[in-house]
């Protein structure tokens, strides 16, 4: 797969120490070195068969009986789990939807009374509701990743109900354990895969101008902003386990990132559009992005200064660079394709220009009428 256009012939080696540089070459500065870093940890277990190691993971948490959160449209997965756990994986849920139904928590939260700890395996919306249900119980969670969407990284969860999308923030809701076994993701379709990438990608750019952005969290940004940019770049068919491996690793960058800053208008436009519309989340955060960063870009020069020389592209045309990766990629750039009817852009435009009122980057209703204009019909940014 290549590049996307654009690219100039930084080696990737470099392009780390060129945006940790950029301020110097760009002539841009941060706007002070005083900032607030708080850091909220979880075990990381990473490598291939590492899921074999689950059962003392648990055993380790004091966890004697778990409830396993994983979709029954993953068997080979729920049993793979349930062999590594052994006999302390007893119970199962098995009814996955995205953006977390509130009806589905209701429906699930009985089964806490039988276990004393919750394992998820699979992508966001697996996570999701098991921190939906950490957040009702405080019972101890390890999360089995299986798509590239970072949640597990974070203190996020949302969930939705009557069409409105409500996030909130809890530590505690915090995986104690998080299990990156690349070999679980080399047999995921490109169909899921790429756009869950794309996803990780955003979650690392919005880091870098998010209203908590920090320059410790930036650097961890950048690096897994680079290393999903060339991961996508190789032929799947051919390195697949090193396309799972790079691609999970950026998006445990990713998801750190985002959970340490919080995220920004591309969040809030993505939640919007999820919570009313239900569209899919990861091929919605990838048609978002080229267009919030091109009406951002006269605000975040810097944060657009750091990502080109990561990238390898001027900073002026990192937004149109974001736009083709999502074209070679193979995913849809438009609103429209993902099922946003016409009749609708207004007012989401509306409710964005709302509740992006009082934050670092405000959109008044007429940027963010440009904004979801441009996404709906998958306009590609000027450079």
């Not at 002539?27 to 490598?47: K, Y």
């Not at 068919?237 to 959970?259: D, I, N, V």
């Not at 951002?296 to 736009?323: D, R, S, T």
Request: hydrophobic content about 45%; glycine content about 10%.
């Amino acid at each position: 797969m290549p590049i996307p256009s654009g690219s100039t012939s930084t080696p990737p080696s470099h392009a780390f120490t060129a945006a940790i540089e950029v301020s110097v070459a760009s002539g841009i500065e941060p706007s002070g070195l005083s900032f607030d870093r708080t850091i909220a940890s979880s075990r990381v277990v990473f490598g291939a068969h590492r899921l074999g190691e689950l059962h003392g993971e648990l055993d380790a948490l004091g966890i004697k009986r778990a409830l396993l959160i994983c979709s029954s449209r993953q068997p080979m997965l729920r049993d793979a789990v349930r062999e590594a756990g052994g006999d302390r994986v007893e119970m199962i849920f098995e009814e996955i939807r995205p953006h977390v139904p509130v009806a589905l928590v209701e429906k699930s939260v009985g089964l806490l009374q039988e276990v004393d700890g919750i394992v998820t395996a699979g992508g966001g919306s697996a996570i999701g509701l098991g921190k939906a249900l950490v957040a009702r119980s405080v019972l101890p969670l390890v999360a089995i990743p299986t798509t590239y969407s970072g949640s597990e990284m974070t203190s996020v969860f949302g969930t939705t109900v009557d069409g409105e999308k409500t996030t909130a923030r809890n530590p505690a809701v915090l995986p104690r354990t998080v299990i990156y076994d690349p070999e679980l993701l080399v047999g995921l379709p490109d169909a899921i895969a790429v756009p869950s990438a794309l996803n990780a990608f955003a979650h690392c750019v919005e880091a870098l101008y998010a209203d908590r952005c920090e320059p410790v969290t930036s650097l961890i940004a950048l690096e897994g902003a680079r290393i999903i940019t060339a991961a996508l770049a190789r032929d799947g068919a051919k390195e697949p386990m090193q396309r799972c491996t790079q691609l999970l690793l950026g998006a445990h960058f990713g998801g750190s990132a985002f959970g340490a800053v919080g995220g920004s208008v591309h969040h809030t436009l993505c939640h919007i559009l999820g919570g009313r519309h239900d569209l899919p989340h990861a091929e919605t955060h990838a048609a978002v992005l080229p267009q919030v960063l091109a009406v951002l870009a006269p605000e975040i020069p810097f944060a657009l200064a750091q990502l080109g020389a990561a990238l390898g592209v001027k900073a002026e045309a990192v937004p149109a660079f974001c736009f083709d990766q999502v074209v070679t990629s193979g995913c849809r750039t438009d609103l429209e394709g993902l099922g946003l009817p016409e009749s609708d852009v207004p007012s989401v435009a509306a409710l964005l220009a709302q509740r992006t009122s009082g934050t670092h980057h405000h959109l008044d209703p007429t940027l963010a009428s440009r904004l979801l204009w441009a996404a709906f019909r998958g306009e590609r940014p000027a450079n």
